[in-house]
């Protein structure tokens, strides 16, 4: 695998957004990747929130042009990941984005306490309107480089034992509930010079599984950085402990987390990790 000359991350969407900033907060995700390779930029939008308008106002503080974006990677059908996704291609105004998602992204996804909701893609975003809006869907179950520099998970198929929690969210095959664990989440990782930087939006299928799953298809020991979302918002202490446990016997250097990692978690990582923890927040700019 390829190494990039250069990475810059912008969080352009997180629950956050610190003391005294001028930055939007929402509940969702989106990182904007900015790659240096071969003598060439190219941008890749990493997830796209739950709303637009935040994200195309936190773009003008950072002083970046929507139409920069070269690629989409939507990480999993939920809501708070994808809603964005209409209002900003109307932004980007290109004849041709690319969308790199897994196949069955539109399929129903529900919770059911308090009460019965749907919380995977939103109606706006069907198929049919995003192409007319100039996306083109590319639905691929397998990993692939997007660039020669940047490799896409595809699905995750081997899955720590402590991460097969018992998650409360289901879909509908078969005209039967089932229950959906979101094992199809993807991924993307960046080779830099430093090693690895994983990006990741709610990391369903467990963080743990999706790094070792990365350093087994790209050959890559070292793991610089891990950023986006744990989902341990709602995790045990023993889940909680062993994560960092595993984190740790990785030699993962740093951690850039936020969105759904939690409040105790986030906690248990700033005491492992100390100064290579860094929460995420909309407006922050990591250099890697």
Request: glycine share 8%; with cysteine; net charge neutral.
């Amino acid at each position: 695998m390829d190494v990039c000359d250069g990475l810059e991350v912008y969080v352009l969407a997180d629950d956050y957004a610190g003391y005294s900033s001028p930055f939007i907060a929402q509940h969702g995700l989106s990182l904007l990747l900015k790659i240096e390779y071969n003598n060439e930029v190219k941008y890749i939008l990493f997830d796209t929130g739950t709303y637009a308008k935040p994200i195309l106002f936190n773009m003008k503080l950072l002083q970046i042009n929507p139409s920069v974006i070269d690629v989409i990677v939507l990480s999993h059908c939920h809501y708070d990941h994808t809603g964005g996704l209409t209002g900003i291609l109307k932004k980007i105004r290109k004849e041709e984005v690319p969308i790199i998602t897994y196949p069955d992204i539109f399929r129903p996804h529900l919770v059911l306490k308090p009460h019965v909701m749907h919380v995977g893609i939103p109606r706006k975003c069907s198929k049919e309107h995003i192409e007319k809006l100039g996306g083109k869907w590319i639905f691929v179950k397998e990993s692939f480089n997007i660039i020669p520099c940047v490799i896409y998970s595809g699905e995750i198929r081997e899955i720590e034992e402590f991460e097969k929690s018992d998650i409360e969210l289901y879909t509908v095959k078969n005209g039967e509930l089932v229950k959906d664990p979101v094992r199809d989440e993807v991924a993307i990782a960046v080779n830099t010079k430093k090693g690895l930087v994983i990006i990741v939006g709610c990391s369903h299928p467990g963080i743990i599984s999706i790094t070792k799953y990365f350093k087994k298809i790209t050959g890559t020991e070292r793991i610089e950085a891990i950023i986006g979302g744990l989902h341990l918002v709602n995790a045990n202490e023993d889940r909680i402990k062993k994560t960092i446990e595993e984190l740790n016997n990785m030699n993962v250097r740093n951690l850039y987390i936020g969105h759904c990692t939690g409040l105790r978690a986030e906690a248990e990582v700033l005491r492992s990790f100390k100064g290579n923890f860094k929460k995420l927040y909309s407006g922050m700019k990591i250099i890697l």
